[in-house]
């Protein structure tokens, strides 16, 4: 079985249904998705859909990003964010503006049944962003941290390649876990649009929202499935400038 990791789709639901047939998925594979399904391109409703049709047929675990959680908190109460409706949410609303009651409100349990985190037998852990407790993520304090924070990544990339594990100026966070797999912060801003390690850290969000492709990763063989540059999938269309 295969262990297979996805990165930030951002309602490009084109670049994710060509990049599962690049990597020719199957339902002996584990497809760990990193969050972030919506805000970007126009398909979220679609997206949505797709991905609980998927895990009817195929073994997901499905992580919870920051626009997810800001997407549902819509959902419930309506409010206004003007922040967020910058910066992808103006795109998910004219989708869920589109649909039914009913709907919304399967979307809405898709969305509470999102996991913060998945920590695998190998002593892997997924997640959407980071976390910040020096003991690990079963005594973080806030929840929240699991898929806003960029402090993880941001250490990482500043690390020291010469530092070995058993130094004692060596980041206790990145010695708890064999390997940690994140999105949230897209890897072109340090002018890359395939996922980037850093110490033991993957960071596989390669900016479908923006520029970039979507990609998957093989976690074991490391190999990387890449869709075309979302943009070029919707060509009338912005996505996150």
């Given at each position: 079985?295969?262990?297979?990791?996805?990165?930030?789709?951002?309602?490009?639901?084109?670049?994710?249904?060509?990049?599962?047939?690049?990597?020719?998925?199957?339902?002996?594979?584990?497809?760990?998705?990193?969050?972030?399904?919506?805000?970007?391109?126009?398909?979220?409703?679609?997206?949505?859909?797709?991905?609980?049709?998927?895990?009817?047929?195929?073994?997901?675990?499905?992580?919870?990003?920051?626009?997810?959680?800001?997407?549902?908190?819509?959902?419930?109460?309506?409010?206004?964010?003007?922040?967020?409706?910058?910066?992808?949410?103006?795109?998910?609303?004219?989708?869920?503006?589109?649909?039914?009651?009913?709907?919304?409100?399967?979307?809405?349990?898709?969305?509470?049944?999102?996991?913060?985190?998945?920590?695998?037998?190998?002593?892997?852990?997924?997640?959407?962003?980071?976390?910040?407790?020096?003991?690990?993520?079963?005594?973080?304090?806030?929840?929240?941290?699991?898929?806003?924070?960029?402090?993880?990544?941001?250490?990482?990339?500043?690390?020291?390649?010469?530092?070995?594990?058993?130094?004692?100026?060596?980041?206790?966070?990145?010695?708890?876990?064999?390997?940690?797999?994140?999105?949230?912060?897209?890897v072109t801003r340090i002018g890359?649009?395939?996922?980037?390690?850093?110490?033991?850290?993957?960071?596989?969000?390669?900016?479908?929202?923006?520029?970039?492709?979507?990609?998957?990763?093989?976690?074991?063989?490391?190999?990387?499935?890449?869709?075309?540059?979302?943009?070029?999938?919707?060509?009338?269309?912005?996505?996150?400038?």
């Open positions: 079985m295969r262990k297979l990791v996805i990165g930030d789709i951002h309602s490009g639901l084109k670049a994710l249904e060509q990049v599962l047939d690049k990597a020719k998925i199957t339902p002996d594979d584990h497809l760990v998705f990193l969050g972030d399904y919506v805000d970007g391109w126009s398909q979220a409703v679609e997206t949505i859909n797709f991905l609980i049709a998927l895990k009817a047929t195929h073994n997901c675990t499905f992580l919870r990003g920051n626009h997810d959680e800001l997407c549902k908190s819509w959902l419930i109460d309506g409010k206004d964010n003007s922040v967020w409706f910058q910066h992808g949410g103006e795109a998910t609303i004219n989708s869920y503006n589109k649909v039914d009651e009913y709907t919304k409100k399967i979307h809405i349990d898709f969305y509470n049944q999102l996991e913060n985190y998945h920590l695998d037998s190998e002593n892997r852990l997924f997640l959407h962003a980071g976390f910040t407790n020096l003991k690990g993520i079963d005594y973080e304090y806030f929840s929240k941290i699991f898929y806003w924070d960029r402090t993880l990544w941001e250490l990482a990339l500043s690390l020291n390649p010469k530092l070995s594990k058993d130094d004692e100026l060596y980041p206790k966070r990145l010695t708890l876990y064999s390997e940690i797999y994140i999105g949230h912060t897209p890359k649009t395939t996922p980037q390690s850093a110490a033991n850290v993957w960071n596989i969000d390669t900016g479908a929202a923006f520029k970039g492709p979507l990609s998957v990763v093989d976690v074991i063989t490391k190999q990387v499935w890449q869709s075309d540059p979302v943009y070029t999938l919707y060509p009338d269309e912005n996505g996150r400038n």
